[in-house]
Nanobody, 127 residues
């Protein structure tokens, strides 16, 4: 059974940093597109960052230069620096529906294309 479990969320003041982790288990094959999404109250879920083939990364404009996505054999990470109150949201780890997709499709960060989701971890940034 496929499972994604996030950790590392919490409360921090503006300008602070957090590192989110996601542990994947139950996969019999690796997926070449993984990502982090977030959802703030009353807003749609948005793709924050994706990593393709374990190396190529794409970010939402709102987090470029502040967030870094990375990956090792079983874990996905999101390093978040210079946090702002508008980064407050529940953050989700996700894997693309297909085992293999093109880099351009991965970079689109479309929620509908991701089929495996974690339960989410809350990030709260106070001003």
């Amino acid at each position: 059974q496929v499972q994604l479990v996030e950790s590392g969320g919490g409360s921090v003041q503006a300008g602070g940093s957090l590192r989110l982790s996601c542990t994947a288990s139950g996969y019999t094959y690796s997926k070449n597109c993984m990502g982090w999404f977030r959802q703030a109250p009353g807003k749609a879920r948005e793709g924050v960052a994706v990593i393709y083939g374990g190396g190529s990364t794409t970010y939402a404009d709102s987090v470029k230069g502040r967030f870094t996505i990375s990956q090792d054999n079983t874990n996905l990470y999101l390093e978040m620096n210079s946090l702002k109150p508008e980064d407050t949201a529940k953050y989700y780890c996700a894997a693309h529906r297909l085992a293999w997709i093109s880099q351009s499709i991965c970079a689109d960060r479309r929620e509908v294309d991701f089929g495996d989701w974690g339960q989410g971890t809350q990030v709260t940034v106070s001003s």
